[in-house]
């Protein structure tokens, strides 16, 4: 059947009006994220986000790149505050939870698992550790990790075999011992980025190590004038003053990993997001370990460790559709999903997040070939939860001052600073009991 000319044109625009409608009618979802490495992470995202929209026709990703973690942070902070939509999902770290969660900015997971046919066997799949920091109090879980890390020690395999030493150290001792026979006047024996405004992530290794976190599963709670707390500041000091092997204050974080590729350090504590990098950046063998943070226990090793690194969070403010929230949960399970964690695992160096992905391509040949993979993912057993609690970016900051101020030399009383931050944070967690 053939039609007029007016017929076949109004046919044409109900036809263009209809596609015109389906496409205002996709939805589109703002995804934020930070990059805390060197690591291509628009590049991946953006790979990830055309994988997504191929599998997914009718839902738009528009990725942002935020910055820093704390960019990432003030950016949606100041969105939302000023009246803004802010991101449907983020990357953030995982210790922004109870900051987020007190000013109803997301909304938990839970409910979305909950929905799941399969809920507890998603979140089984992920590593306990990694889980930790992502639920609360009352076993509620709000965000999903992503973007995870530990600190590791990395050190150059072919220094340590001429200086003698055939394994890593396991203990603070043995590491002492090894960096000091390392350093020479070009080159440090051990570097730790604890220099500047965030020292308290790579302090908390040693602080677990030495048999204390200094937080809790209660929010409320925060313990860091015990002897364990002050102990393990004072090992960190010593490093660069009496030990000797190291700085005086520590490395700055972004110059650690470039000092070791380029032989000025023999040793470095950094992120195992830096993995990738470091491997295919050496000119000598890598070799990567647990944190030797502490004193030897009772099986010789002094490990700990905490888990860092960010998280997946769906906000909403309870005016997004169950279309909405449906195209959320959809883009949160795919980048939580094992294929994509090991896609992420392998691309970056970060610990992919679910012990599934462990098994899958292209993480399970890429471990395989290089064992330094799975080094974090096993240290897991020895790690903690990162800082957290409520109040967290005030208290963060009043412990992250008091670190400085002790590791530069300007507090020489590290027990009289930390007792005096203490002090504080209690005042501060008292209204929250």
Partial sequence: MSCTRIACLVLLLIAMTAGAAMAQDDVVIDFYFPSA????????FQRYADMFQEENPGITINSVFSGSYTDTRNTILTELQGG?????VAVM???DLYSFAEEGYIVPAQSFIDAMEDGDAYVSDFFPALMANGVDEMGTVWSIPFQRSTPILYYNA???AEAGYDAPPTNNTELVE??????????????????????????QSFAIAYGRNIVSDDPTEVYFNTPEAVAAVEFVRSLGTDLGVGPAGGAAWGDTPVAFLAGQAAMIYHTTGNLSRILDGAEFEVGVWYLPSGPAGEDGSGYGSPTGGGNLYI???GSKSDEELDAIWKWVLFLSSPQIQSDWGATTGYIASNATAWETEPLASRAMEYPQYGVARDQLQYADKEFSSYATITIQGII??????????????????????QAQIDGILAEYK
């Fill in 37 to 44: 490495t060197a690591n291509d992470a628009e590049g991946i």
């Fill in 84 to 88: 803004g939509a802010g991101p449907d």
């Fill in 93 to 95: 770290l995982s210790i």
């Fill in 158 to 160: 072919d220094l340590l």
């Fill in 178 to 203: 090894i960096a000091q026979a390392l350093t020479t006047d070009e080159r440090d024996g051990l570097l730790v980025p604890v220099a500047g405004g965030f020292p308290i992530w790579m302090y």
């Fill in 315 to 317: 906000f909403d403010d």
């Fill in 400 to 421: 992250n001052k008091t670190l400085e101020s002790i590791l530069t030399g300007e507090s020489e009383d590290a027990q009289a600073a930390m007792d005096a931050a």
